[in-house]
């Protein structure tokens, strides 16, 4: 995979309020325990099912749930691969026109 050269976040957020956040079952156990809660209550309070992809983090707020308003990320150390990897992502770099796209929105690029 090609990676994106130059990338530093700036912590605006937006890559947080916008898209699904896909949770792999070991992300789902990880986060739960992170949060001293067991793994039912994680699912029925912090996610919700979408048809074609399974499990995902709720949104509240037109913002992810673990956003604060400061954009902060209340599980930073153990967010989902997507968003440790975000904007490396394979189908995002492969494109021809990818900076123009990521750019309108992210301010690391
Ligand atoms: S888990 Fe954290 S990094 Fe991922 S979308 Fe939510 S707030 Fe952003
Ligand atoms: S949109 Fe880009 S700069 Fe903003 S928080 Fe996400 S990765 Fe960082």
Partial sequence: MKTIIDFKCKKCGNCCRRGFVYLKEEEIKNISSFLKINTKQFIKEYTENILW???????????????????????????????????????????????????????GV
């Avoid at 904007?87 to 492969?94: M, S």
Wanted: glycine residues 4%; contains cysteine.
């Fill in 53 to 107: 992809l399974g499990k995902v983090l709720k949104f509240k707020n037109n913002k992810c749930i673990f956003l604060t308003d400061n954009n902060l990320c209340l599980i930073y150390e153990i967010r989902p691969y997507q968003c440790r990897t975000f904007p490396n992502w394979g189908w995002i770099v492969k494109k021809e026109n990818w900076q123009e796209e990521i750019r309108e929105f992210c301010n």
